[in-house]
């Protein structure tokens, strides 16, 4: 049985406080998210830090298939487009 991917969206990054992530979706509202102490965090595919995300930063989230808030990974990079919504 294949997983639903319904659980990863894109988005910009607006801040990250501690544990706290805030992005913008394609729709420009805000999402607050709450990163997990073990999240995957990339850039270009190189392994990185929630706190090395700067604002404008295009993000593409991965959240916990029970909890849409909390983010089990993000990825960064040239890979990540602006925001949209995919069909």
Known sequence: MKESTSNT???KVVSVAGDKLTTTCGKGEQHCH???KDA???CDG???KATDLKAGTCVRLTTHKDDKNLVTAVESGKNI???GHKA
């Open 9 to 11: 969206h894109d988005g």
């Open 40 to 42: 995957k965090v990339t």
């Open 34 to 36: 709450t990163v997990a």
């Open 46 to 48: 190189h392994a990185s």
């Open 81 to 83: 487009v602006a925001t």
